[in-house]
């Protein structure tokens, strides 16, 4: 890895004032990611299927298709790695030894990289050595981590590392916190600041790096997991797959919580993930939005009153998700609870989050549906709330929470059905029925 390359940095994207927030786009979405799903079906493999040597078949088969000019779109190289774990190094190296300037290389260039990317992140010197400092966050160890601060250190005054592009600018140092942060959103890393690059930030991370020398760092869930099907769910994590988390806390049974407590916990709201995977694209944010959720699915009181809490600041939609998700007595008691809200205090407090970073629901994610297993474009607008007002997010939620709702799922949130929820629920609380989610197991 050179750590000397300015330009191999990551540099913080734009963020427009405007969102591009419709039900079409959304639907539309849907459609196109439902299009993949049988290609995907094929060159994928879980956990659940407890069969690491078939994942790493299936590897080999994305060689044999960029062989036969036959580009495999929905093939991703690091969720069948985190399945096949060292079985999978054949496999990876025979696409990685591809030249990348002719023949199945260029056509596949993107999996050649990935590969190569893989087997650095599993040891391999070779290929660590090509890797820019960008993906360093990738690899996610104690050799990554302080290669990251140290280069954060040297550069803190840097001017070059500010990039003007006319009407806007992007900073590389932003970047470089980014990628830390990804590694401590994926593993456990004690004492590890959140800090930026000002002097007393700078300070901050020179201290760290002295304390910590000689001593781990870093601190991957999976290592201290002996099951296998739940080790296999927390090396996804560490691959960039969060949802696994979620599996955990659905299949993981007693032995779920001391396995989530070795997750960084959220320092900042988060949006929960709960949606379908590309190649090329983790979505490294969601692994909190996750884990809090996991912990309160399994009892970790703190967790769920952050939730809660969530509610009445600037993430009140995202809460909502997470509540519906988790289901029962509880979600229901705070739903109800928030239909108190001012709907002008909440959407001013939305939009000073949406301002800053793309917020919950992300038109360009394709989000799993929590009641229905088919996806369903009308329903699954209700279950975003999809440009909807809050009060009519809430009501149109709690529909789907209860069996036998004083309302369907979807009803308009006038004053009187607002009235007529909370008075129900003032009635029924105490013997209620709370609906079930179909099982599906999102790894």
Known sequence: ???????????????????????????????????????????????????????????????????????????????????????????????????????????????????????????????????????????????????????????????????????????????????????????????????????????????????????????????????PYLQCLARRVDWGFPDAILAIAATGGDAALPILRKFTVPWKPEMMGYAVSAPFNPDWPTIQGNVQVALAQSGDEAMFAQIVAELSGDTPYQSVRKLEYLGGKRSVDALVNSLDLSEDVVQKARMKECAIRECYPDVRVQWRQIWKLQMDGHEIQTELCEAMSFHSCVVGVLGYMVKNPPLPPGAPATPENIQKWKDWWAKNKDHAEFAVKPPQIAE
């Open 1 to 227: 890895m050179n750590p000397r390359n300015v330009t191999d940095l990551p540099t913080r994207p734009r963020r427009f004032a405007w969102r591009v927030r419709s039900f079409w786009i959304l639907t539309a979405a849907l459609l196109l990611g439902a299009s993949f799903l049988a290609a995907a079906a094929a060159v994928a493999q879980t956990c659940e299927d407890r069969n690491p040597a078939h994942a790493a078949a299936l590897i080999d088969q994305i060689r044999f298709s960029c062989q036969r000019d036959d580009i495999p779109y929905s093939a991703d190289i690091n969720s069948l790695t985190a399945v096949a774990d060292q079985e999978a190094l054949p496999a990876l190296r025979k696409i990685a030894s591809w030249p990348t300037d002719k023949g199945p290389g260029n056509r596949c260039l993107g999996w050649v990289n990935m590969a190569r990317m893989a087997l650095a992140k599993m040891g391999d010197e070779s290929y660590r050595a090509t890797l820019r400092m960008g993906e360093a966050s990738f690899i996610a160890d104690d050799r990554a981590l302080t290669d990251l601060i140290e280069f954060l250190i040297a550069h803190a005054k840097d001017p070059s590392m500010y990039h003007n592009f006319g009407d806007y600018g992007s900073d590389a140092r932003d970047g470089l916190l980014h990628e830390i942060d990804i590694i401590r959103r994926r593993r456990l890393v004690p004492d590890l600041p959140l800090a930026d690059y000002s002097d007393a930030g700078i300070a901050q991370w020179k201290s760290y790096l002295q304390n910590h020398k000689s001593r781990q760092m870093t601190f991957p869930a999976y290592l201290e997991v002996t099951d």
